[in-house]
């Protein structure tokens, strides 16, 4: 039993002082300001006790908040370096540990003791986010809307010459404040829609919010206000991600805007019947062919064919 005990002693010797490492020690990337690119081959890293260093780095993503092991090779023990990343594990090392994602997952019935409710802003679909904050720029991230008789995938941007960022500073009021909307039209195209400007903030409501015309779907709106120093995500709002466009649907807004014309007997009214209980259509042949025939006799009179005046 002793024997074992020393050759167990023995190995740990070695391991500690025969290695090419005098340590590996975990660290994580990145200084208290966020920073990780230390410059020259170096990274910023932050240890246990708060300290924060730059050590050499062949190895570890320049990514903010990442676990890694910093050492000191035996031959140059004056010079930090990363030694290895380590992996987040998949499963844990003891069962009285569950898997750290599943308290924060939205499951069954009920959600988890510590469930992370995520801001739509975190989902790279139809969502629009600050990309420049002083020239007033904002990313958008397209997504698929459902427009009459199909879908449209509407346009991001990326920042690049082809897909460049919305700039909105021209649209900064002098005075006052309002929104301005971005929305995709049925063929996907970005457009910018500006809202009226109102007196002040205080006076602003949604109902200030600029409509939406027909087939174009809102991915967003943004508030804007003068003397305004940057742009916030705060100042960005996004609606429910399936919005019902009332503009296509609602019958009223489409016969009132709707091109003039005179009626062919081929053409076709809808009416809804109270005995099926369903919409129908009817022919404007049809109409004429079964409506009450009526006569028009001197003075404007307006009298049935059974001679019974409906009025005058």
Sequence with gaps: MTRKRDKQTLIKIVEKHGGEWLEKIPVISGNRAGVVNADNGRIWVRFSNGTEARVLNGLAPL??????????????PNIWRVVEIRESYIESASNTV?????????????????????NRKQILSATIFVSDSTLFKVRVY????????GWALAQGTDGSVTYPDIDLSSYLPATGA???????????????NEGATVESMELFTFADVPVCPARNRLIGFILLHESMPALLNEHIYLPGLFQTDYAVVETGYQVDNAAADTPLDADKFGFWDVVDATLKSVTWANIKTTALPLAVVSDGDVITSNGEIIWS
Excluded at 67 to 76: A, M, N, T, W
Excluded at 98 to 118: C, L, M, Y
Excluded at 142 to 149: A, V
């Design 178 to 192: 309002k929104y301005v909307s971005i929305e995709a039209d049925s063929s996907g195209a970005l457009v910018i």
């Design 63 to 76: 990514a903010f908040d990442r676990h890694i092991l910093v050492g000191r090779l035996r031959s140059q």
């Design 98 to 118: 569950q898997a750290h994602h599943e308290q924060h997952e939205f499951k069954d019935a009920t959600p988890a003791f510590d469930i992370v409710w995520s």
């Design 142 to 149: 397209g997504g698929l809307f459902p427009i009459p008789g």
